[in-house]
């Protein structure tokens, strides 16, 4: 089983039993949270195989929220990152051989329900920090691009790998991971994530199936490259793996951020 599959079984264990047990401390109001966060975007996938703390690019995103308690909220969330990979510098030899590459923007917007593990103070609990989980679902775009002698190119408009028809960049994404939170002053915290996403998808580097019958062929003359097999001796054979085995890329977010909380008076009496 994937490490991303086990964490998501893991924390929805972890989920259920804490929510139960909380229900029975639930003391106070709905309030409305609004948030941004900054940080790293990460990749595992066709070109990174073994690091799931692979961080190669930036993020941004901001959130509204709405919390039932201290306990339990649902946000809508929207992330902004970029991701990157280059076999080129791998320490793997036949990856540095195989010499793909790519960039990918990410955008994401997802529904996240948050659970605080601690009686947290906002909402009319007793804790200023409390680490927490969340999950939900959420829609990504992505468009995987290659720059070549100083002009970028859109892969998954290039049929790589020989596609019939292009492939969907708009799919359904699972996100899922942990925090911790503190409410340093009033209503406003500080908080910081990490979070996976498995998306409905393999093509986030444009590396999937295998090497197709006809070359991607860009540019002209000396300074043409072959898009689908870059390597200097052209080790890809049609029909021949590309890329590893797995049904699909796994994206992640690392991110520390800054909310502010609506709270009313009412949320404090009792």
Known sequence: MAPGKQLLIILFLIFSWEFVHAQREVIGQPSWEVGG?????????????ENP???????????????FNQYLGVRLNYTFGQ?????????????RERNLRFKTSLNELSGLIDFNFFNFSIGGGTRQFTPYLFTGVGLL?????????GERYR????KTEGQEKDYNNKVLTIPYGVGLRYNYKGTWSVFTELGYRTPTTDYIDDVSGRYPVNPVLVGDGPSQVDLSD?????????????????KRDTYLF????ISFTFVSSKCYSF
């Open 254 to 257: 690392v991110s520390v951020g």
């Open 141 to 149: 775009m992505f468009k995987p691009t290659v720059k070549v002698n």
């Open 155 to 158: 892969l998954d408009k290039l």
């Open 230 to 246: 870059p390597s200097r001796y052209h080790i890809g054979h049609s029909g021949t793996q590309r890329g590893d085995f797995r």
């Open 37 to 49: 966060m900054a940080g790293g975007a990460g990749y595992m996938g066709d070109l990174n195989q």
């Open 83 to 95: 991701i990157k990979a280059d076999d080129s510098y791998s320490s793997n030899e036949q990856f």
């Open 53 to 67: 703390l692979y961080i190669s690019g930036l993020s941004g995103g901001l959130y509204v929220k709405r919390n």
